[in-house]
Structures are given as C-alpha cells and as structure tokens.
C-alpha cells in the first residue's frame, strides 16, 4: 500500500505594505533604488509594456550550495520572453555566502537583499532582485510550509532547502519542476496576477487566498497540495498560466 505524506506547500504574497513611497524624479544615469521598495505588483505595467522601461535585468542570488538548475534559469527566461514587451531579458547568476538560518523573516530577506542586490534601475533599464535562501520560511507549521514568497514590487525569494527536500527524489517531482514552479509563479505576482496591479479582465480570483487564481491547473494557484504535486504539475510540467490569467496580462501591456 502506498504511503502519502501530505504536505501544504503554499506561497507567501505580502499584499500589505507600509513603507510604499513616492517615487522621486532622478537623475536618468542614476540607479533608482527608491523605485524598489514598492508593493507587490506596483510594477505589473513596467515588467509587461514598453512604456518606460525596454529591457529587463534579473538578478538571481543564491546561497551557497542552493544554486537553481541550469534549466530553471532557462525555463524563467522562456516564460517571461513570452510575456513581456523587452527588447532584451538579461540573467545574472551570482553566489552568496550562506548564512545558516534555519529560517527566514521577511525582513530578515529584505536587509539579505539591500545588502547583496547590484542592480537598480536605471534609464530604460527595470531590474528584479530573486534570492534562493538556504533554509525555511519562519512561518511554516508543521506540515504547511511555503516555498517562495514576492515581497517587493521587484523583489521574489525562494526557500530553496525547502524546495529541495520536495523534490527530486522517489516519487516526487523534478528538482527543476518545482524550482520552475515556484519561480515562475513569484514572478507571476510581480506581473501583478492576480488582481494585485494588473485588472482581471474576467473575475478569476480566488475567494479564499487573495492574490491567486481560481483554476487549479493555473500557474497562479496557491497551493500545491499531497506530496508537492498539482493536477498542472504532472508529468515533470511546470504549470502554465491559464486562459484568464494570460489575458489579464495582455491587457495591461503584455504580449
Ligand atoms: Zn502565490
Ligand atoms: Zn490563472
């Protein structure tokens, strides 16, 4: 008989937010590092159009020993080549030194990320910061535990020790699937899905857990529920977005 061990592997969106300041004019050769300290989705448009900003440089930090795969970085690049009106999708990969936490706040990541994060915007360029943690995220429970979470309008980490231990083993999903799951997810909220800085076009979000979508075969579902597995992640799958989700995008200045 068949043993499962059921574990709620959900996302952590911070919708509230305190600090959120205007932005100022400055000076267009100067990196913008107020324009970092957004909300979550404040930046949908800026990822998505050409409006104000051409090209995209993602910064990948990761602590030492918890690299992503090559292939998540290259699926990363797929999916957002496919959403986002950029002339060019720059990806730096950087090592850190861990810091062998067993968990990590929120604030914990954000003073992680001022002092590792290279690259601000500057002139037409937009820059997004993702961290790959090497331990857990202080508000998992038993066994609901969250492995990545966007807290910045720019701004994504991964609890990578997590995402590791759910995958890449017997019966479990791929490394690179989940890692590709969760990745591209957090970058989903940082597009402003679902209804946080890009409008639905068709109501689609999820009553229960603000932020996400209601079809659970969709990229932006919030949980991946009994043994980190969901319907769209089958077959080593990374989830897409579905039909609601991808026209909310176009929308708003997507592709
Ligand atoms: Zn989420
Ligand atoms: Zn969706």
Not at 81 to 87: A, E, G, I, Q
Not at 178 to 191: F, K, R
Not at 237 to 243: E, K
Request: proline content about 3%; hydrophobic content about 35%.
């Amino acid at each position: 008989m068949k043993k499962f061990t059921y574990l709620w592997l959900t996302c952590l969106v911070i919708l509230s937010f305190a600090c959120e300041k205007d932005t100022e004019e400055i000076n267009n050769t100067q990196p913008d590092i107020p324009a970092a300290n957004r909300s979550v989705g404040a930046s949908a448009n800026d990822f998505l159009s050409t409006d104000k900003f051409t090209t995209l440089t993602i910064e990948v930090d990761y602590m030492q020993g918890y690299q992503p795969t090559t292939q998540t970085i290259t699926n990363l690049r797929n999916f957002l080549s496919t959403l986002l009106n950029k002339s060019s999708i720059t990806i730096k990969l950087q090592e850190i030194p861990a810091q062998g936490s067993e968990t990590y706040s929120i604030s914990q990541i954000r003073a992680i990320e001022e002092e590792n994060r290279d690259f601000y915007n500057v002139g037409e360029e937009l820059t997004a910061y993702i961290l790959f943690l090497d331990g857990y995220a202080e508000s998992d429970e038993g066994n609901q535990v969250t492995l990545g979470v966007a807290h910045r309008n720019t701004s994504a980490a991964l609890y990578q020790r997590r995402i590791r231990e759910n995958s890449g083993g017997l019966g479990q999903v791929s490394r690179t699937t989940l890692e590709s799951s969760v990745l591209n997810h957090e970058l989903g909220h940082l597009l402003g899905l679902v209804n946080i800085g890009t409008a639905m076009e068709t109501p689609h979000e999820d009553g229960e857990n603000n932020g996400h979508c209601d079809d659970d075969s969709c990229l932006m579902y919030w949980a991946i529920e009994s043994g980190g597995i969901i319907p769209g992640m089958m077959d080593s799958r990374v989830p897409s977005l579905d039909t609601n989700c991808r026209n909310d995008l176009r929308a708003n200045g997507g592709k």
